[in-house]
């Protein structure tokens, strides 16, 4: 049991580095995607920010003491704007910054959900608002996702 721990923990800068990788992805396919309209809005126009949002401190520290580090020391050096918030497992709380990360033009959403039911809606609020969505760590069932 230690040593799948252990090694489970190796793996967590690898895969948050991939998934720092398909977010720029996403940022970069996103402005080629862009029309020549200045509307104003965000969207997927490649000029918004990055939103993580986390779920919560109580289930696993990993969240405010690996990820959150992890992921604000690689869009720092990648010069990416980025907001990152937990919802201290309140789904209406995390439903909440979602909306205010479309309200505020993001470009992605890198999600980790409470359930799978606010994730989805979560997932269709921004595929609707042309936001692209990143789901991490979780799978978000019955939505669009």
Known sequence: MKKLYAGSMRRTPRLLGLLLLLAAALVLAAAGCGGD????GGGGDGEGTIWVLLPDSATSPRWESDDRRYFQQAF?????EFNIVNAEGDAAQQQSQ????????????????IDTGSGATIIDNAKDSDVQVVEYDRFNTGGSG
């Open 37 to 40: 309209d200045d509307d104003g």
């Open 98 to 113: 979602a909306e205010q990360a479309i309200a505020d033009g993001a470009s992605v959403i890198l999600l980790v959900s």
């Open 76 to 80: 720092t050096e990648a010069g990416v």
